[in-house]
């Protein structure tokens, strides 16, 4: 092999590794690009354990109104990109099924351990949650409920960092349609603000963190 083939194999051969990283970002932007229009369900192709069940299609979060306690519309789009679990309740009470959801989401959170900051926690209700009434007598850990009072006050007390928020009627039927007829279903968003999977009291914690630990090492959320 003469000089110059060798110095043009080993051209190329630079090129060649250089590209890799360049291709490796293109597929990726790519990727999140569809999966962000919702064309793309990373959770099937990926072949997760599914222990809940895959919400088809996704539901954009963005495409119903949630008000913060302030009353300010809150956009997924504009905040740091995480997975969320939402907590859905109706009628103005948070009753036995909503405080096991709440804390059984509180748990699985805080199980992730360094994964913790990856997750946050949405508590959706259709009235002002600051006129929501916790009917329960014993809360899920086995302690006494709190007297009667300030529902605002046991979030912050029992679910530090949850966010409460108010969605219409008719955004709620849109986006919970499950909950409808299960009042233990709670629901998994992708950092992209689209609702993919829901879960309810039948499926065991351990299996959502399995769940959730196969996404974080899969996926680019």
Known sequence: MTETHSMTRNRMVLLLIG???VTVALV????WYFVVRGDLDIVSILGTANRGELVQPPRQLDDQTLLDESGVILKFADMEP?????IPAAGGHC??????????????????????????????????????ELVVSQLSDGRPAPAAGDFLEYLATEHRGLQ????????YNALFEEYSSDAGTW???DPAGWIMMSYNEQVPYKDVIADLKFLFKNSGG
């Open 95 to 132: 009753d036995e099924a909503c405080e096991k959801s709440l804390y059984v989401t509180r748990q699985i959170q805080v199980a992730m351990g360094k994964h913790f900051s990856r997750l946050r926690r949405f508590y959706i209700e259709e009235e002002h949650t600051g006129d929501t």
């Open 82 to 86: 995480r997975w969320a679990m939402l």
């Open 28 to 31: 990726a932007t790519w990727l």
């Open 187 to 189: 629901y998994l968003a």
């Open 164 to 171: 409460a928020l108010t969605l219409s009627a008719a955004g």
């Open 19 to 21: 590209g890799i990283p």
